[in-house]
Nanobody, 129 residues
Framework: QVELVESGGGLVQPGGSLTLSCAASGFSLHNYGIGWFRQVPGKEREGISCISSDGNLWYEDDVKGRFTISRDDGKNTVSLEMNSLKPEDTAVYYC???????????????????????WGQGTQVIVSS
């Protein structure tokens, strides 16, 4: 079965940390661009961090300096380390994969939805005291 599965979400206090993991099964993440998106009710899903198929990184301004994306091709996973979490980081977090994807998969406002090859089911992150 070909799928992406996110894990690592949960409840954390403001200022705390979480690490999300995106694991691929049924295919190799090698040669895929991987992105982390998040969505809150009533808003569109937004890209917050991506790693391109050739290893370039991108972060949305609100998470720059707090979040770190990394990939482990040996484990076929991509992680998102989140530090100094704020209540406004509360959202459902999704990972996505694009074959030979570049960073525009994260920030391109006109990036075709059809280009995203796979999406995970999402993992909830709640930042609250």
């Amino acid at each position: 079965q070909v799928e992406l599965v996110e894990s690592g979400g949960g409840l954390v206090q403001p200022g705390g940390s979480l690490t999300l993991s995106c694991a691929a099964s049924g295919f190799s993440l090698h040669n895929y661009g991987i992105g982390w998106f998040r969505q809150v009710p009533g808003k569109e899903r937004e890209g917050i961090s991506c790693i391109s198929s050739d290893g370039n990184l991108w972060y949305e301004d609100d998470v720059k300096g707090r979040f770190t994306i990394s990939r482990d091709d040996g484990k076929n996973t991509v992680s998102l380390e989140m530090n100094s979490l704020k209540p406004e980081d509360t959202a459902v977090y999704y990972c996505t994969a694009v074959s030979l994807g570049d960073l525009s998969m994260c920030y391109g406002t006109d990036y075709p939805l059809s280009e995203y090859d796979y999406w995970g089911q999402g993992t909830q992150v709640i930042v609250s005291s």
